[in-house]
């Protein structure tokens, strides 16, 4: 069984920093892409920013030069280190994690984390 589970979410003013970790563990054989989502209140969720097993990565146009997506594979995690955040940058935001488990190629969620900017 898999299981992602986020961490790292709070509050913080804007222009703040904070930093989502999100780990993947159970039983996987190979994790493809990985990639933290947002959704805000009455919003759809959209995606925030992607990176490939081998390292690429995508950013939605609103936190480019802000934000910064890693992962460690060695610790089947990834990392979303976020600069200047902003008030609009208020979300609940989840890790998606394609996986392969048991013969099988699935995308797994997070339970999500909440992230607050405000004075």
């Known amino acids: 069984q898999v299981q992602v589970v986020e961490s790292g979410g709070g509050l913080v003013q804007p222009g703040g920093s904070l930093r989502l970790s999100c780990a993947a563990s159970?039983?996987?054989?190979?994790?493809?892409?990985m990639g933290w989502y947002r959704q805000a209140p009455g919003k759809q969720r959209e995606l925030v920013a992607v990176?490939?097993?081998?390292?690429?990565?995508n950013y939605a146009d609103s936190v480019k030069g802000r934000f910064t997506i890693s992962r460690d594979n060695a610790k089947n995690t990834v990392y979303l280190q976020m600069f200047s955040l902003k008030p609009e940058d208020t979300a609940v935001y989840y890790c998606?994690?394609?996986?392969?488990?048991?013969?099988?190629?699935?995308?797994?969620w997070g339970q999500g984390t909440q992230v607050t900017v405000s004075s």
């Open positions: 998606n994690a394609e996986i392969y488990s048991d013969y099988r190629l699935r995308n797994y």
């Open positions: 159970g039983s996987i054989f190979r994790i493809n892409g």
């Open positions: 990176i490939r097993s081998v390292g690429s990565t």
